[in-house]
């Protein structure tokens, strides 16, 4: 069940991402590379790709050392999502709402700009499944941590976790304070 949430929600990211990165007509809505549209086959170490080059310095070095590693394990890093302009955002969370059906439903998945720690460069969402176990085995050598568990996707740096390992998840993105500004 977990599994099967977690694909459909990957997938929407996505088909929200992949739309708005390959949609030839212009409208106030649509939003590109330069915003932070993730195209297929992005990895941590495309430096062209904004949603990667406006990533949080230290956060992309912890990425990209473990995604080395993981290499080794024939295991590959793909960014279905890191940074976003609060634009892009704000698109992401009127589709939320609207797929969800209200406000409160789509702050589960989608934070608002001002909350988004996407919109700031200090998180990534990384794909595919066997990426995601990776780094929920070994994530917390390298201080990236999953935050949310009902986003096995959603990394964030936590140097401290190196030592101390990864803090306890919170179960979505509204049990998480810093969400509530």
């Known amino acids: ?39 297929d086959g ?19 070095k912890a990425l990209r050392r473990a995604a080395t590693d993981a290499q080794e394990d024939g295991v590959e890093f793909r960014v279905n999502s890191g940074w976003r302009s609060p634009e892009y ?16 439903e789509a702050a ?17 969402d990384i794909g595919p499944v066997d990426a995601t176990a990776w780094l929920s085995e070994h994530g917390a ?7 949310y568990r009902n986003e096995p996707w959603h990394y964030e740096l936590r140097p401290k976790a190196v030592d101390r390992g990864c803090p306890p998840m919170y179960a979505d993105p509204t049990h998480d304070p810093r969400m509530r500004q």
Not at 90 to 100: D, G, K, M, Q, W
């Open 1 to 39: 069940m977990i599994v099967a949430l977690a694909v459909a929600i990957t997938a929407f990211i996505g088909a929200v991402g992949y739309q708005s990165a390959s949609s030839s007509a212009a409208s106030p809505l649509d939003v590109g590379e330069a915003a932070g549209a993730v195209p």
């Open 42 to 60: 992005v990895t941590v170490f495309d430096d062209e790709i904004p949603a990667v080059a406006n990533l949080d310095p230290d956060l992309l």
């Open 89 to 104: 955002q704000n698109r992401l969370r009127r589709e939320a709402v609207s797929t969800y059906g209200s406000e409160e």
């Open 108 to 124: 589960r998945w989608v934070a608002t700009a001002e909350t988004s720690l996407h919109v700031s460069g200090e998180a990534i």
């Open 141 to 147: 050598d390298y201080g990236l941590c999953q935050i």
